[in-house]
């Protein structure tokens, strides 16, 4: 069993010394509360949760995983995992960033990250449970009726239910437009859905009493495709206007997936047959709530991957320092031994720098993230939440794709690092890397991000929210230009921004004239945009630490990382501007036939 140990100073370090969030905080609805010993005690009692909770039950979980009775459609979790849930719910975290009004204790979402971040590291199958209450919270909220929020919010915060998300069916996937599941409408004002969804999170499980299920299905009238969909609230067990729970409604668990990872993670067949449902919002209209829960859903899957990115690093780490394995080629670092630790080793230290500078990295990423989640929903000026919004929706493709895909990476070198221990069971590395599989595709995949980021982000909002990162990163290197602590990071930054928006404006041109131009381009296009980004809170990361008054190891540690994200992953980019003005023929032009 591999020890996690939540990062506490260098998330504390991200939130405080480099984002400065204690001063967001002083101007944000919900921001009073959050004081700075309100917050240190929040992480520190996550942390434990977490550290001497959740941490344990990883490995055995996904031995165990989770059991279907197929006689009564009931799913039983792995030993633990119920009693786990119960002490989350007992601790407050459910409602850690909830509305009050419906027993949240409405702290700012930027508090919300790390937890989620601790969670994850600690044990991903678990975190899958309550993941989606967190959009279900928010579809509800914004496009509920109020007295579907009085119904069903209060459980769900309280966490005595959970939320799902049920959009794919076994004939589509990402392509919505295809969807067939039926909501009939009934003269009381309910609907009856029916239909089969697949792979739904947590669609079934023994941790609460009911489970809100938002399914996406049509009315008898909706036109065919994407604007035709609408969406509904399916409970488990009826509830009717009043809140008042009734019987087992028409929605059943069919099967569980057997999947590559996550293995303590329940990913169900859901059958609808006739389930009774509400409405919400406008008909023909489901989109636009779903979309309110995916964007949350793709952030929390960005953390996913933080996170199993932090735990694949903690593990090598220490074996790295442990383990003996030949001498380094220097000579001998510790002659007294009979052979040498790991770490002396060059390519050992490459793979552990990278797991670092993603992890670090990638936590400022997701934490600034989800600042501007606070900005857009907490913060008073109309034309500052407006910028934010830009900002967030530009930046949410980016966070769930890049840190999805380095998870992926990390979890690796994690097994690399560990050589043919990493490949057996039992030292949890080969768990990490299967779990980390899922983070690139589910809550769309990498390409569906990099396609959302291109067409959608740059290319019909004629790049608002990339102008608006390029302003932050071109203050940035204004301010710094005398700056020693960051001079060397300063003007490769500046020169690549200016890079990054050359080839955006080329790219444009292109796609003008040949629409293939944005899927050739896409998943380079995100790749080249991520590194960039990262490299911006590289730079910024190693000017707080300056500034700051942490240690000077950690100040040190900075540096020696930035350097080595400068010059060994971000010349990755010009590999992917390479590859984006190639001419797009060479994946487009040989005939489907010809194949083979």
């Known amino acids: 069993m591999t020890v996690y140990k939540a990062p506490l100073a260098d998330m504390r370090f991200v939130m405080f010394d480099l984002l400065k969030l204690d001063a967001q905080y002083a101007r944000i609805d919900g921001g009073a509360n959050a004081t700075r010993d309100v917050v240190d005690a929040i992480l520190d009692e996550a942390a434990k949760f977490a550290e001497t909770v959740l941490a344990p039950l990883n490995a055995p979980g996904d031995e165990q995983g989770c059991t279907l009775d197929k006689a009564t459609g009931a799913v039983t979790t792995p030993p633990g995992f119920k009693d786990a849930y119960a002490k989350y719910v007992d601790g407050g975290w459910s409602g850690l960033t909830a509305p009050e009004a419906y027993g949240g204790q409405h702290l700012p979402e930027s508090i919300g990250a790390p937890l989620k971040e601790m969670l994850d590291s600690a044990n991903l199958s678990w975190g899958n449970f309550p993941l989606l209450s967190h959009g279900a919270t928010e579809a509800l909220r914004l496009h509920g009726e109020e007295w579907q929020r009085a119904a069903f919010l209060k459980p769900i915060v309280e966490g005595r239910w959970t939320g799902t998300m049920c959009l794919t069916e076994p004939h589509c996937g990402s392509d919505l437009g295809l969807l067939k599941t039926r909501a009939e409408p009934e003269p009381d004002g309910t609907y009856r859905l029916s239909g089969t969804k697949i792979f739904i999170t947590a669609g ?337 990361s190693v000017a707080a630490a300056e500034n700051s008054a942490q240690a000077q190891e950690f100040k040190q540690a900075k540096l020696g990382t930035a350097r080595f994200y400068f010059a060994r992953i971000l010349p990755r980019t010009l590999a992917h501007a390479a590859a984006m003005r190639a001419n797009p023929d060479s994946l487009m032009a040989i005939p489907a036939e010809q194949f083979g």
């Open 204 to 540: 079934e499980h023994d941790l609460t009493q009911n489970i809100v299920h938002l399914v996406l299905a049509r009315l008898p009238d909706a036109p065919a495709g994407v604007k035709g969909i609408s969406l509904f609230i399916v409970p488990k067990h009826k509830v009717d206007k009043n809140g008042k729970v009734g019987g087992r409604n028409a929605v059943n668990c069919g099967a569980i997936e057997h999947k590559m990872g996550i293995h303590a993670s329940v990913t169900c067949v859901m059958n609808f047959d006739g389930a009774e449902g509400y409405l919400i919002g406008a008909p023909n209209k489901g989109l636009n709530a779903m979309f309110t829960m995916m964007n949350t859903a793709r952030l929390a899957v960005g953390i996913q991957g933080l996170g199993l990115i932090e735990r694949a690093f903690q593990g090598s780490l220490a074996y790295a320092r442990e383990r003996l394995q030949g001498r380094a080629l220097s000579g001998a670092k510790f002659p007294d031994r009979p052979a040498d630790p790991l770490i002396v080793h060059p390519d050992i230290r490459r793979m552990l720098l990278t797991q670092k500078s993603f992890a670090e990295g990638g936590r400022a990423l997701a934490y600034y993230a989800a600042s501007l989640v606070d900005l857009v929903e907490r913060v008073a000026d109309a034309a500052e939440r407006k910028r934010a919004d830009e900002l967030l929706s530009f930046i949410i493709p980016i966070v769930k794709a890049l840190l999805t895909e380095a998870a992926n990476e990390c979890t690796y070198h994690a097994v690399q690092i560990f050589g043919g221990h990493g490949y057996i069971h039992e030292t949890g590395m080969e768990q990490f890397a299967r779990d980390a599989r899922i983070t690139s595709i589910y809550e769309g995949t990498t390409q569906i991000q990099a396609l959302d980021l291109l067409g959608r982000k740059i290319m019909q909002t004629q790049g608002v929210g990339l102008k608006h990162f390029l302003e932050e990163i071109g203050a940035f290197c204004q301010a710094n230009i005398g700056n020693a602590a960051v001079q060397e990071f300063v003007a490769p930054l500046a020169t690549i921004a200016k890079q990054w928006a050359d080839l955006t404006q080329e790219i444009g041109k292109r796609a003008a004239a040949n629409p293939d131009e944005i899927g050739v381009c896409a998943v380079d296009y995100l790749f080249y945009s991520g590194y960039i980004a990262l490299a911006y809170f590289w730079a910024r």
